[in-house]
């Protein structure tokens, strides 16, 4: 059964940092590229950042390059997104995928607000 579970979320101050994880299970996790992606309330789900399968490759939304940082450990079948300098517009529900498996998380909240 393919699995993705986000944690890491929480309520930080403009500024702050958080680091979300993500652990997947079900699939061939190293063999996968990954991708994090953001939602809020009445808009679409964005493309936050991605990464290759080796983890050699990485890209991002405009809105957070130079802030954000995707990595991944493939032994620990875990893709992190690193996130610095958080402004209120980043206050979302991320989510993880692999995107050729198709399965979304269950998401984590964060929250950037004084």
């Known amino acids: 059964q393919v699995q993705l579970v986000e944690s890491g979320g929480g309520l930080v101050q403009p500024g702050g940092s958080l680091r979300l994880s993500c652990a997947a299970s079900?699939?061939?996790?190293?063999?996968?590229?990954m991708r994090w992606y953001r939602q809020t309330p009445g808009k679409e789900r964005e493309l936050v950042a991605g990464?290759?399968?080796?983890?050699?490759?990485?890209n991002y939304a405009d809105s957070v390059k130079g802030r954000f940082a995707i990595s991944r450990d493939n032994a620990k079948r875990t893709v992190y997104l690193q996130m610095n300098s958080l402004k209120p517009e980043d206050t979302a529900v991320y989510y993880c995928?692999?995107?050729?498996?198709?399965?979304w998380g269950q998401g984590t909240q964060v929250t950037v607000s004084s």
């Open positions: 995928k692999a995107p050729l498996i198709g399965t």
């Open positions: 990464i290759s399968a080796t983890g050699g490759s990485t």
């Open positions: 079900g699939f061939t996790f190293s063999n996968n590229f």
